[in-house]
Nanobody
Framework: QVQLVESGGGLVQPGGSLRLSCTAS????????MGWYRQAPGKQRELVAD???????NYVDSVKGRFSISRDNAKKAVYLQMNSLKPEDTAVYYC??????????????WGQGTQVTISS
């Protein structure tokens, strides 16, 4: 019915930058809140940042001042700009969205995940 497709992951050095993108497609009537989560091996998945349909943002303390979440409603996309990257940012990153379908069902949809590795 609906999908989220991610891109932009990769390997960067500490202090570097990376921009993740996530685009929704399918039988979409409306997209509500969107966000980015991450999960490192052996650790719980955690919320990194989210953004409401009105543009209000929220960040986990460890990324405040370094990461920025944004969205483009016309493109049905959400982005995560990551600056001043640290080794502890290494994880698989997943985008997430609350989507109302054309059948008026509300779903929480996840992207496939993209690997972000910070290493020298």
């Amino acid at each position: 019915q609906v999908q989220l497709v991610e891109s932009g992951g990769g390997l960067v050095q500490p202090g570097g930058s990376l921009r993740l993108s996530c685009t929704a497609s399918g039988s979409i009537f409306r997209i509500g809140g969107m966000g980015w989560y991450r999960q490192a091996p052996g650790k719980q998945r955690e919320l990194v940042a989210d953004i409401t349909s009105a543009g209000s943002t929220n960040y986990v303390d460890s990324v405040k001042g370094r990461f920025s979440i944004s969205r483009d409603n016309a493109k049905k996309a959400v982005y995560l700009q990551m600056n001043s990257l640290k080794p502890e940012d290494t994880a698989v990153y997943y985008c997430n969205a609350r989507i109302t379908t054309t059948r008026f069902e509300t779903l929480v949809v996840w992207g496939q995940g993209t690997q972000v590795t910070i290493s020298s």
